[in-house]
């Protein structure tokens, strides 16, 4: 074992590995349904391996600093390509009580935290630390790390840097654990607590927005292009009614929008539904539509049905379409099919890379990325009329906005600006995300320059570029962490760690079900992305079997995953 751990300190890369190669399957764990997350099972591996390297050899493992800086920034970036969208269009239209509940969760956090430490008169370092852990928020301990690499925060006489990193650690990992697993069950508990029928509520809200959507992959991922099985046919019919004489194809659709012709067949010539034909009696029609319509006794009514295979010989393709700089963000789902939607169905709808429910009340944000299934000419006009590109496999290399991107917010976060005699810098991390917001904000007003990033590039980047951050804190922080676990420590952390999770989504969900009368399904999502906790949304969606919970989450995760981040640089800085 001493030649295994002498080899780690030798050759630090391997550590850094192994804490992933071991930590990924540790945090994937499941028991009744909770697991550690990836993230606190490399930092658990990593600080384990450092520790026992320390305690039992006396080996430390030196931390390549390039790689945290590196891997940080490149997290923080894909996060801001993530919130940037919602982040803005959130706070201007449609939200306000959203962004009410991430003000009050984010503040009350950092509140409790802040006077927690004060009253327990812990060392400074934990308070951020549990503020990333309480929150789930692993970032937080890269911001507040950046705080102390950059100098803003100077350690009081006979303390070093390294011990206040060391407490930093120790005050997430104890808050983490126990915030990653109580926030999943007191959101799924809200509704009962509190006297509502979580089913019941959603099934209401269902009804208000339209009946509901289905688990599709996410944007950018292998596949999302491919059709599955549709809930529509193109089946044809002879025109036999004098009504429909005379009229063009746009004209029927204006009447008929939950139906399309997209051919005609006269005599042996076939036209398209693209050159807008008037129909002539005895004509036939390849007509989209969903089943349930096709199968009603009102087409019957209007046609009568026959085989005729060039009427029906459609290809339909699956293509996302990115909701750029647009007149019909903010419409909702019914209303902007019926305007754009011809030949179309709208299959999935991605916010921030979670499928929303495509209920016809639902609103289409900028941002979004709205999924469809139809004939390649009826995605494109559909395309065109949002603004936008039609996107069938994600081609774009991310590479040049990466490196571009990584360039500016380094030089923006490293500019510092001296007050009161303290140099206060953004950090580069914080200048990375920053960025990433303004570049997700240019990309999805204008889908010409790449639309949303792919978001299996964009989850690659968060998920590599956190877990290789907090390896390399663990090796800096494991021979030293055991300090910071002495007497009544762990004891006044978890109080402090316990209270900060709980409590802010507590009164969120008061002031949205008593002030506000929301839905309780649709605000247990909102307290959920307040806590920026996607596990508690999707316990939730389980608890309420629906997806509802799903709109409510989206505005105050893009909000407070922001602020949470500003507030622990804060508390750091003025620890």
């Known amino acids: 074992m001493e030649i295994f751990f002498i080899y780690l300190s030798d050759n630090p890369f391997v550590f850094l590995f192994l804490s992933l190669a071991l930590g990924y399957p540790l945090g994937t764990l499941s028991v009744r349904g909770v697991s550690l997350g990836t993230t606190a099972g490399t930092l658990l591996v990593g600080v384990s391996l450092a520790l026992t390297a320390f305690s039992m050899y ?23 390509m993530k919130v940037g969208p919602q982040f803005f269009s959130g706070l201007v239209r449609g939200g306000v009580d959203f962004v009410v509940i991430g003000l009050i969760v984010v503040t009350s956090n950092v509140l409790i935290v802040w006077a927690g430490v004060q009253w327990f008169d812990l060392e400074p370092g934990y308070a951020a630390g549990i503020i990333s852990g309480s929150y789930t928020v692993t970032a937080v301990m890269g911001v507040a790390q950046s705080a102390i690499d950059s100098g803003a925060y100077v350690p009081p006489a006979g303390i070093s840097a390294e011990h206040i990193s060391a407490n930093i650690a120790a005050g997430y990992a104890i808050s983490y654990l126990l915030s990653s697993v109580l926030i999943i069950v007191f959101i799924k508990s809200l509704p009962t607590l509190f006297g509502r029928d979580p089913v019941a509520a959603a099934a209401q809200a269902e009804a208000e927005f339209s009946p509901g959507a289905s688990q599709e992959k996410l944007p950018g991922t292998f596949g999302f292009s491919q059709a599955g099985v549709l809930p529509i046919d193109v089946r044809a019919y002879r025109v036999s009614h004098q009504a429909l004489v005379g009229k063009t ?19 042996q010539h076939v036209l398209e539904a693209s050159e807008n034909p008037s129909l002539a009696l005895n004509d036939v029609i390849g007509v989209l539509g969903e089943y349930h319509v096709l199968l009603s006794a009102e087409a019957s ?20 379409i990115p909701v750029g700089r647009s007149e019909h963000a903010g419409k909702t789902v019914s209303d902007l099919h019926a305007e754009i939607g011809f030949g179309v169905y709208f299959k999935a709808l991605f916010r921030q890379g ?55 917010g380094y030089v923006i976060g490293h500019a510092s600006v001296t007050f009161t005699g303290i140099p206060f810098a953004l950090g580069t991390s914080a200048g990375c995300m920053l960025v990433g917001i303004g570049v997700s904000f240019l990309r999805t007003r204008n889908p010409a ?16 570029g956190l877990n290789l951050f907090v390896a390399v804190l663990a090796a800096s922080v ?14 006044k952390v978890a109080i402090i760690g316990i209270a900060a999770a709980l409590v802010p989504p507590l009164l969120a969900w008061l002031y949205g079900l008593y002030v506000r009368k929301m839905n309780p399904a649709i605000l247990a999502g909102a307290c959920a992305g307040g806590r920026n906790s996607t596990p508690a949304m999707k316990g939730a969606q389980e608890v309420s079997h629906s997806d509802i919970p799903a709109i409510g989450y989206p505005v105050p995760y893009a909000l407070t995953s922001v602020l949470v981040l500003i507030f622990g640089y804060i508390t750091m800085v003025l620890s």
Not at 389 to 403: D, P, R
């Open 449 to 464: 320059f790449g639309g949303p990033m792919s978001e299996g590039a964009r989850s690659f980047l968060q998920d590599i």
């Open 301 to 320: 009514d209007v046609a009568h049905e026959v085989d005729e295979p060039r009427a029906r010989n459609v290809d339909i393709e699956v293509a996302d």
């Open 58 to 80: 006396g080996r430390t493992i030196p931390a390549p600093g390039l790689v945290s800086d590196i891997f940080l920034m490149m997290f923080m970036y894909s996060i801001g």
């Open 249 to 267: 194809v746009q004209d029927l659709y204006q009447q008929y929008p939950n139906v399309a012709i997209l051919t005609v067949v006269r005599d």
């Open 354 to 408: 979670h499928a929303q429910p495509v209920l016809a009340q639902t609103r289409i944000e900028v941002g979004d990325v709205l999924r469809v299934a139809g004939p390649t000419w009826c995605v494109a006009q559909t395309a065109a009329s949002l603004h936008s590109v039609a996107i069938t496999e994600s081609t774009l290399t991310e590479t040049f906005y990466l490196a571009v991107s990584l360039l500016l």
């Open 478 to 491: 494991g021979p030293k962490i055991l300090d910071s676990f002495q007497g009544t420590v762990v004891v």
